[in-house]
């Protein structure tokens, strides 16, 4: 079977080393997307997942849709992500960056000299909101607002060429901040998605119309990024059937194969698969599961509102390797221990998902603490 990375064979592996902890946005970062010593403690508490992938991290202040989440492309965003690292492995824990644009889905304030966002075809998403502060908030302060994402324009094939360089330089500075590698953000409707999706995407370039060209982009920037720092330490997130942010692509089974067999041929660490988890969602059927395995030969992660049977029954089909646990990571710190155990887990504060303090964030009891829920 597949490694992920030293010094573990899955096989080995028990439940609670299984877990992932995937990437869910807080929007806690300070002035200058700065990740904090309160984002250190927030991962470090979760330390015990067999990996824990970040929060959307975005490559340049283009790359941005959402109030007060954290960079990767200054000294200073560097230097805080650091802090988390440093935070993680002194804990234990192994964890990779998130590498974030997000295409379209962004708004003309958060973007430099109020520009619009970019996009592979100038399709507004209608209804598809986006998280920006209200009256010049900070996020200590949680006080934001969602708001329609603005109308994108079209990129250049120049410009598109520097997003890949963009990526590449993103990779380099993870490490830097000593992240154990990165995975590539190519679901929920951003932009290497919006390249991916026939809906997404009516380009009539090298980056667009056939099936092979809609893939160039997710190409280049998973090549660029592996020549940059190693293939091996390199995974990309993909949602073949979710439709968040207005992505939509006519033959997803079809786009996402021939997707997997690209990335396996470029040799990545793994594909991490986000299931649609909405009520009345599609469902990824086992076939597609096992044709993922097919064309794959790395670690698969599935994630989507899986609860531990269901995660039993994945590992169990040889659908996946790892699984990844959101929300409830959120409210349980020792997720895994209380998943291995079979214990009652405490309920998340959805009010205090995004922005604000150490309230809903830091502040939630492990299975051994005062009390069982909050």
């Known amino acids: 079977m597949a490694m992920l990375f030293e010094p573990y064979k899955l096989e080995q592996l028990q439940l609670n080393n299984r877990i992932v902890m995937p990437p869910m946005t807080r929007a806690r970062s300070a002035v200058g997307e700065v990740a904090t010593e309160l984002m250190a403690e927030y991962y ?82 209608k209804g598809v909101k986006v998280y920006v502060p209200k009256q010049n908030a900070d996020a200590q302060s949680g006080q934001g607002e969602m708001v329609q994402h603005s109308m994108p324009r079209e990129l250049t094939i120049p410009e598109i060429q520097q997003i890949i360089q963009t990526y590449a330089q993103a990779a380099k500075n993870a490490i830097a901040a000593g992240f154990d590698g990165v995975e590539l953000h190519a679901a929920n409707g951003y932009l290497l998605e919006q390249f991916t999706d026939s809906q997404t995407n009516l380009r009539t370039d090298e980056y667009g119309g056939t099936l092979e060209k809609r893939l160039r982009f997710l190409k280049e920037v998973t090549t660029a990024v592996s020549e940059a720092i190693g293939s091996h330490r390199v995974g990309v997130r993909q949602a073949p059937l979710t439709t968040q942010m207005g992505a939509v692509d006519d033959n997803p089974e079809e786009t996402y194969i021939a997707a997997a067999r690209m990335l396996n041929e470029i040799g990545v660490a793994y594909i991490h698969i986000a299931e649609a988890d909405w009520e009345d969602a599609p469902v990824m059927a086992p076939a597609f599961k096992e044709a993922y395995r097919e064309a794959f030969k790395g670690t698969l992660i599935y994630s989507g509102k899986y609860s531990r049977e269901r995660a039993h029954e994945a590992l169990k089909n040889g659908w996946a390797d790892l699984i990844g646990f959101g929300r409830p990571f959120i409210a349980n710190p020792d997720l895994p221990y209380r998943l291995e155990n079979g214990l009652p887990l405490n309920a998340p504060i959805i009010e205090k998902f995004f922005g604000a303090g150490p309230e809903g964030y830091t502040d939630y009891p492990t299975y051994h603490g005062s009390k069982m829920a909050v």
Not at 45 to 64: D, K, N
Not at 68 to 82: A, C, D, L, S, V
Not at 101 to 113: A, K, P
């Open 44 to 125: 470090a508490q979760r330390a015990s997942a067999g990996l824990i992938i970040s929060e959307g991290t975005q490559i340049s202040r283009q790359g941005q849709g959402y109030a007060w989440t954290p960079g990767i492309y200054t000294p200073e965003q560097i230097k805080g992500w650091k802090t988390v690292t440093d935070a993680v492995h002194k804990a234990g824990g192994k964890m990779f960056a998130q590498l974030w644009h997000v295409g379209r889905i962004s708004h003309t304030s958060l973007q430099e000299n109020g520009e619009a966002p970019v996009a592979p075809s100038a399709i507004l998403a």
